[in-house]
Protein backbone atom coordinates (compact mmCIF):
# COMPACT_ATOMS: atom_id res chain seq x y z
CA UNK A 1 0.00 0.00 0.00
CA UNK A 2 1.44 3.77 -1.16
CA UNK A 3 0.87 6.25 1.60
CA UNK A 4 -2.43 8.00 -0.38
CA UNK A 5 -5.82 7.22 0.83
CA UNK A 6 -5.84 3.51 0.23
CA UNK A 7 -9.81 2.40 -0.79
CA UNK A 8 -10.98 -0.93 -0.53
CA UNK A 9 -14.37 -2.51 -2.33
CA UNK A 10 -15.59 -5.37 -0.65
CA UNK A 11 -17.54 -8.18 -2.88
CA UNK A 12 -17.49 -10.17 0.28
CA UNK A 13 -20.66 -12.54 -0.38
CA UNK A 14 -22.48 -11.07 -2.94
CA UNK A 15 -21.65 -13.41 -5.62
CA UNK A 16 -23.72 -15.72 -4.13
CA UNK A 17 -21.58 -18.15 -4.56
CA UNK A 18 -21.43 -17.60 -8.44
CA UNK A 19 -17.74 -17.15 -10.35
CA UNK A 20 -19.69 -15.66 -13.28
CA UNK A 21 -21.37 -12.87 -10.91
CA UNK A 22 -18.09 -12.36 -9.36
CA UNK A 23 -16.07 -12.04 -12.41
CA UNK A 24 -18.70 -9.02 -13.18
CA UNK A 25 -18.36 -7.10 -9.96
CA UNK A 26 -14.50 -7.52 -10.42
CA UNK A 27 -14.79 -5.83 -13.79
CA UNK A 28 -17.23 -3.28 -12.54
CA UNK A 29 -15.31 -2.41 -9.43
CA UNK A 30 -12.40 -1.85 -11.60
CA UNK A 31 -14.18 1.26 -13.25
CA UNK A 32 -14.94 3.26 -10.10
CA UNK A 33 -11.02 3.90 -9.09
CA UNK A 34 -10.84 2.05 -5.87
CA UNK A 35 -7.46 0.56 -5.50
CA UNK A 36 -8.35 -3.09 -4.09
CA UNK A 37 -11.12 -5.42 -4.15
CA UNK A 38 -11.97 -7.77 -1.13
CA UNK A 39 -13.37 -11.34 -0.57
CA UNK A 40 -13.62 -13.64 2.00
CA UNK A 41 -12.56 -17.17 1.55
CA UNK A 42 -14.86 -19.86 3.21
CA UNK A 43 -13.77 -23.48 3.45
CA UNK A 44 -16.50 -25.10 5.11
CA UNK A 45 -14.86 -27.79 6.53
CA UNK A 46 -12.23 -26.48 7.72
CA UNK A 47 -14.29 -22.97 9.04
CA UNK A 48 -17.40 -24.21 10.40
CA UNK A 49 -19.70 -26.92 11.48
CA UNK A 50 -23.12 -27.96 11.21
CA UNK A 51 -24.27 -26.63 14.79
CA UNK A 52 -23.31 -23.25 13.48
CA UNK A 53 -26.33 -20.76 13.70
CA UNK A 54 -27.31 -18.75 11.28
CA UNK A 55 -26.84 -14.74 11.67
CA UNK A 56 -29.96 -13.82 9.94
CA UNK A 57 -32.28 -15.90 8.51
CA UNK A 58 -31.68 -15.58 4.49
CA UNK A 59 -30.33 -18.83 2.71
CA UNK A 60 -33.62 -20.06 1.69
CA UNK A 61 -32.15 -22.71 0.05
CA UNK A 62 -29.72 -23.81 2.93
CA UNK A 63 -30.66 -25.51 5.58
CA UNK A 64 -27.59 -24.91 7.88
CA UNK A 65 -25.10 -21.98 7.79
CA UNK A 66 -22.50 -25.03 7.22
CA UNK A 67 -24.56 -25.52 3.82
CA UNK A 68 -24.18 -21.67 2.94
CA UNK A 69 -20.77 -21.67 3.67
CA UNK A 70 -19.94 -25.11 1.16
CA UNK A 71 -22.12 -23.38 -1.45
CA UNK A 72 -20.57 -20.12 -1.34
CA UNK A 73 -17.01 -21.73 -1.60
CA UNK A 74 -14.54 -22.05 -4.67
CA UNK A 75 -11.79 -24.00 -5.56
CA UNK A 76 -8.36 -23.22 -4.81
CA UNK A 77 -8.14 -23.34 -8.81
CA UNK A 78 -10.87 -20.84 -9.19
CA UNK A 79 -9.39 -19.05 -6.53
CA UNK A 80 -6.51 -18.51 -8.45
CA UNK A 81 -8.35 -17.57 -11.62
CA UNK A 82 -9.69 -14.76 -9.40
CA UNK A 83 -6.52 -13.59 -7.98
CA UNK A 84 -5.79 -13.11 -12.13
CA UNK A 85 -8.89 -11.73 -12.81
CA UNK A 86 -7.99 -9.42 -10.69
CA UNK A 87 -4.21 -8.65 -11.57
CA UNK A 88 -5.97 -7.89 -15.26
CA UNK A 89 -8.57 -5.45 -14.32
CA UNK A 90 -5.55 -3.17 -12.18
CA UNK A 91 -6.71 -4.34 -8.84
CA UNK A 92 -5.24 -4.98 -5.53
CA UNK A 93 -6.59 -8.61 -4.53
CA UNK A 94 -7.12 -8.85 -0.33
CA UNK A 95 -8.64 -11.27 0.71
CA UNK A 96 -10.16 -12.35 4.41
CA UNK A 97 -9.13 -15.95 5.66
CA UNK A 98 -11.56 -17.89 7.98
CA UNK A 99 -9.14 -20.76 8.90
CA UNK A 100 -5.69 -21.64 8.62
CA UNK A 101 -6.21 -23.58 5.42
CA UNK A 102 -7.67 -20.39 3.44
CA UNK A 103 -4.58 -19.08 4.28
CA UNK A 104 -2.53 -21.79 2.80
CA UNK A 105 -4.81 -21.39 -0.17
CA UNK A 106 -3.97 -17.47 -0.12
CA UNK A 107 0.03 -18.01 0.25
CA UNK A 108 -0.02 -20.78 -2.80
CA UNK A 109 -2.68 -17.58 -4.64
CA UNK A 110 0.46 -15.11 -3.83
CA UNK A 111 -1.57 -12.28 -1.42
CA UNK A 112 0.36 -9.41 -0.78
CA UNK A 113 -1.94 -8.19 2.43
CA UNK A 114 -4.39 -9.84 4.78
CA UNK A 115 -7.31 -8.52 6.04
CA UNK A 116 -8.90 -9.71 9.40
CA UNK A 117 -12.51 -9.35 9.72
CA UNK A 118 -13.62 -8.25 13.47
CA UNK A 119 -14.95 -12.31 14.48
CA UNK A 120 -10.97 -13.37 13.84
CA UNK A 121 -9.47 -10.27 16.53
CA UNK A 122 -8.64 -12.90 19.13
CA UNK A 123 -8.21 -15.92 17.07
CA UNK A 124 -4.46 -16.03 17.66
CA UNK A 125 -4.17 -19.55 16.21
CA UNK A 126 -5.16 -17.70 12.64
CA UNK A 127 -2.96 -14.52 13.25
CA UNK A 128 0.11 -16.49 14.23
CA UNK A 129 -0.22 -18.56 11.06
CA UNK A 130 -0.81 -15.20 9.68
CA UNK A 131 2.59 -13.94 11.08
CA UNK A 132 4.72 -16.83 9.93
CA UNK A 133 3.97 -15.42 6.28
CA UNK A 134 5.79 -12.21 7.34
CA UNK A 135 2.87 -10.41 5.27
CA UNK A 136 0.96 -7.35 5.88
CA UNK A 137 -2.06 -7.22 8.36
CA UNK A 138 -5.30 -4.33 8.14
CA UNK A 139 -6.58 -5.91 11.39
CA UNK A 140 -11.09 -4.83 11.33
CA UNK A 141 -12.05 -3.67 15.39
CA UNK A 142 -15.61 -3.81 14.62
CA UNK A 143 -16.48 -6.28 17.65
CA UNK A 144 -13.64 -5.74 19.98
CA UNK A 145 -13.25 -3.66 23.11
CA UNK A 146 -10.00 -1.55 24.03
CA UNK A 147 -8.60 -4.45 25.95
CA UNK A 148 -9.16 -6.81 23.40
CA UNK A 149 -7.20 -4.80 20.99
CA UNK A 150 -4.16 -4.40 23.17
CA UNK A 151 -4.10 -8.19 23.33
CA UNK A 152 -4.18 -8.22 19.57
CA UNK A 153 -2.06 -5.53 19.12
CA UNK A 154 0.67 -7.02 21.26
CA UNK A 155 0.39 -10.49 19.80
CA UNK A 156 1.17 -8.82 16.67
CA UNK A 157 3.61 -6.61 17.44
CA UNK A 158 5.23 -9.22 19.48
CA UNK A 159 5.74 -11.20 16.15
CA UNK A 160 6.77 -7.60 14.00
CA UNK A 161 3.47 -7.82 12.13
CA UNK A 162 3.15 -4.62 10.22
CA UNK A 163 -0.45 -3.81 10.82
CA UNK A 164 -3.00 -1.29 10.10
CA UNK A 165 -6.38 -1.30 12.29
CA UNK A 166 -9.91 -0.08 11.03
CA UNK A 167 -12.60 1.35 13.47
CA UNK A 168 -15.55 -0.52 12.16
CA UNK A 169 -19.03 -1.26 13.57
CA UNK A 170 -20.45 -4.86 13.09
CA UNK A 171 -24.11 -3.98 12.44
CA UNK A 172 -25.90 -3.84 9.07
CA UNK A 173 -26.71 -0.84 7.83
CA UNK A 174 -24.82 0.81 10.68
CA UNK A 175 -26.45 3.82 11.88
CA UNK A 176 -25.42 7.33 12.32
CA UNK A 177 -25.13 6.63 15.74
CA UNK A 178 -23.83 4.01 15.26
CA UNK A 179 -20.73 5.04 13.47
CA UNK A 180 -18.20 5.44 15.72
CA UNK A 181 -16.14 8.45 14.03
CA UNK A 182 -14.36 9.36 17.02
CA UNK A 183 -12.39 5.69 17.24
CA UNK A 184 -10.67 7.29 14.35
CA UNK A 185 -8.43 9.35 16.14
CA UNK A 186 -8.75 7.05 19.31
CA UNK A 187 -6.90 4.24 17.78
CA UNK A 188 -4.17 6.98 15.80
CA UNK A 189 -3.33 7.68 19.52
CA UNK A 190 -3.43 4.87 21.42
CA UNK A 191 -1.10 2.49 18.66
CA UNK A 192 0.22 4.80 16.88
CA UNK A 193 -0.21 2.49 13.34
CA UNK A 194 -2.19 3.58 10.14
CA UNK A 195 -6.08 3.69 10.64
CA UNK A 196 -8.87 3.35 8.36
CA UNK A 197 -12.83 2.82 8.48
CA UNK A 198 -14.67 0.24 7.64
CA UNK A 199 -18.10 1.36 6.75
CA UNK A 200 -21.99 -0.57 6.49
CA UNK A 201 -23.66 2.53 6.57
CA UNK A 202 -24.66 2.01 2.91
CA UNK A 203 -24.40 5.87 2.83
CA UNK A 204 -20.97 7.71 0.85
CA UNK A 205 -20.83 10.73 3.56
CA UNK A 206 -19.60 8.36 5.77
CA UNK A 207 -16.65 7.49 4.46
CA UNK A 208 -16.36 11.10 3.49
CA UNK A 209 -16.41 11.91 6.93
CA UNK A 210 -14.00 9.51 8.19
CA UNK A 211 -11.55 10.80 5.26
CA UNK A 212 -11.91 14.04 6.72
CA UNK A 213 -11.07 12.79 9.77
CA UNK A 214 -7.63 11.25 9.20
CA UNK A 215 -8.85 7.74 7.75
CA UNK A 216 -6.17 6.66 5.54
CA UNK A 217 -7.85 2.93 4.49
CA UNK A 218 -11.50 2.86 3.19
CA UNK A 219 -13.52 -0.36 3.00
CA UNK A 220 -17.09 -0.81 2.25
CA UNK A 221 -19.07 -3.23 0.24
CA UNK A 222 -20.19 -3.23 -3.13
CA UNK A 223 -23.59 -4.67 -4.63
CA UNK A 224 -25.00 -4.45 -7.83
CA UNK A 225 -28.36 -3.29 -6.43
CA UNK A 226 -29.43 -3.43 -2.86
CA UNK A 227 -32.69 -5.25 -3.95
CA UNK A 228 -30.53 -8.22 -4.33
CA UNK A 229 -30.53 -11.33 -2.04
CA UNK A 230 -27.85 -11.36 0.53
CA UNK A 231 -27.08 -10.78 3.96
CA UNK A 232 -24.82 -7.94 3.07
CA UNK A 233 -27.15 -6.05 -0.02
CA UNK A 234 -28.71 -3.89 2.20
CA UNK A 235 -25.12 -2.45 3.78
CA UNK A 236 -23.95 -2.03 0.91
CA UNK A 237 -22.76 0.63 -1.74
CA UNK A 238 -23.90 0.31 -5.55
CA UNK A 239 -21.24 0.74 -8.14
CA UNK A 240 -22.58 4.44 -9.29
CA UNK A 241 -22.26 5.52 -5.35
CA UNK A 242 -18.47 3.88 -5.25
CA UNK A 243 -17.64 6.18 -8.22
CA UNK A 244 -18.93 9.16 -6.60
CA UNK A 245 -17.59 7.99 -3.38
CA UNK A 246 -14.01 7.71 -5.20
CA UNK A 247 -14.03 11.11 -6.55
CA UNK A 248 -15.02 12.71 -3.01
CA UNK A 249 -12.57 11.24 -0.69
CA UNK A 250 -9.81 11.53 -3.57
CA UNK A 251 -10.52 15.70 -3.11
CA UNK A 252 -10.61 15.83 0.13
CA UNK A 253 -7.17 13.43 0.46
CA UNK A 254 -5.27 15.84 -1.69
CA UNK A 255 -7.07 18.64 0.08
CA UNK A 256 -5.53 17.59 3.43
CA UNK A 257 -2.23 16.68 2.46
CA UNK A 258 -1.73 20.64 0.90
CA UNK A 259 -2.24 22.42 4.43
CA UNK A 260 -2.94 25.88 3.95
CA UNK A 261 -0.91 28.62 5.20
CA UNK A 262 -3.38 31.24 6.39
CA UNK A 263 -0.54 33.91 6.84
CA UNK A 264 0.41 33.65 3.93
CA UNK A 265 -1.52 35.77 0.94
CA UNK A 266 0.58 36.26 -1.66
CA UNK A 267 -1.64 34.60 -4.29
CA UNK A 268 -4.58 36.66 -3.92
CA UNK A 269 -2.88 39.68 -4.62
CA UNK A 270 -4.82 40.98 -7.32
CA UNK A 271 -8.10 39.43 -6.31
CA UNK A 272 -7.76 41.79 -2.98
CA UNK A 273 -7.19 44.78 -5.94
CA UNK A 274 -10.45 43.71 -7.19
CA UNK A 275 -12.32 43.26 -3.94
CA UNK A 276 -11.43 45.25 -1.21
CA UNK A 277 -11.95 48.79 -1.31
CA UNK A 278 -11.23 52.32 -0.46
CA UNK A 279 -13.24 55.37 0.97
CA UNK A 280 -14.94 57.58 -0.97
CA UNK A 281 -17.21 60.49 0.13
CA UNK A 282 -21.11 59.68 -0.55
CA UNK A 283 -22.43 63.47 -0.75
CA UNK A 284 -20.63 66.92 -2.48
CA UNK A 285 -18.49 68.24 0.80
CA UNK A 286 -17.26 71.56 0.54
CA UNK A 287 -13.51 72.68 1.61
CA UNK A 288 -13.20 72.70 5.43
CA UNK A 289 -15.75 70.31 6.31
CA UNK A 290 -15.40 67.97 9.29
CA UNK A 291 -15.65 64.46 7.85
CA UNK A 292 -18.41 62.12 10.00
CA UNK A 293 -19.31 58.63 9.49
CA UNK A 294 -22.20 59.27 7.48
CA UNK A 295 -20.28 61.17 5.43
CA UNK A 296 -18.26 58.19 3.92
CA UNK A 297 -18.31 55.52 1.54
CA UNK A 298 -15.97 51.93 0.37
CA UNK A 299 -16.06 51.45 -3.13
CA UNK A 300 -14.06 49.27 -5.59
CA UNK A 301 -11.18 48.60 -6.41
CA UNK A 302 -9.21 48.99 -3.26
CA UNK A 303 -6.02 51.72 -4.02
CA UNK A 304 -7.91 54.43 -5.62
CA UNK A 305 -8.34 56.28 -1.66
CA UNK A 306 -7.74 55.53 1.68
CA UNK A 307 -8.27 51.41 2.66
CA UNK A 308 -11.65 51.05 3.75
CA UNK A 309 -10.51 49.34 7.33
CA UNK A 310 -8.68 52.71 8.28
CA UNK A 311 -12.20 54.99 8.24
CA UNK A 312 -11.68 55.70 12.02
CA UNK A 313 -8.46 57.35 11.60
CA UNK A 314 -10.53 59.95 9.46
CA UNK A 315 -13.60 60.79 11.16
CA UNK A 316 -12.86 64.19 12.68
CA UNK A 317 -10.41 65.43 10.20
CA UNK A 318 -11.20 68.40 7.87
CA UNK A 319 -11.00 68.78 4.11
CA UNK A 320 -8.50 70.72 2.54
CA UNK A 321 -10.70 70.76 -0.60
CA UNK A 322 -14.24 70.75 -2.40
CA UNK A 323 -15.28 66.97 -3.35
CA UNK A 324 -17.50 65.79 -5.02
CA UNK A 325 -20.18 62.99 -4.64
CA UNK A 326 -18.61 59.69 -4.99
CA UNK A 327 -15.03 61.23 -4.98
CA UNK A 328 -12.09 58.86 -3.87
CA UNK A 329 -11.09 60.33 -0.29
CA UNK A 330 -7.28 60.23 -0.18
CA UNK A 331 -5.12 61.81 3.12
CA UNK A 332 -3.85 64.49 0.25
CA UNK A 333 -7.38 65.07 0.19
CA UNK A 334 -7.26 66.52 4.21
CA UNK A 335 -5.67 68.61 6.89
CA UNK A 336 -3.23 65.71 8.75
Known sequence: MSSKLYIIA?????????????YSYIDAIAQTGVDAVKFQMHIAEAESSVYEPFRVPFALEDSTRFDYWKRMGFSLEQWKGIKQHCDRAGLDFICSPFSNLAVDWLEEIGVDSYKIGSGEVNNFLILEKIALTGKSVILSSGMSSYTELDQTVQFLEDRK?????????????????????????????????????????????????????????????????????????????TILETKNLVLAVRNISVALSHPIDKNN???????????????????????????????LEAKKPKGFGIDA???QEIIGKVLNRDLNQWDFLNETDLFM
Not at 10 to 22: F, M, N, R, V
Open 309 to 311: MRF
Open 161 to 237: VNFSILQCTSAYPTQPEEYGLNVIQELKNRYDVPVGFSDHSAKIETSIAATALGASILEFHVVFDRQLFGPDAKASL
Open 265 to 295: NTNFSELKQIFEKSLAVNKKLPKNHVVTFDD
Open 10 to 22: EIGQAHEGSLGIL
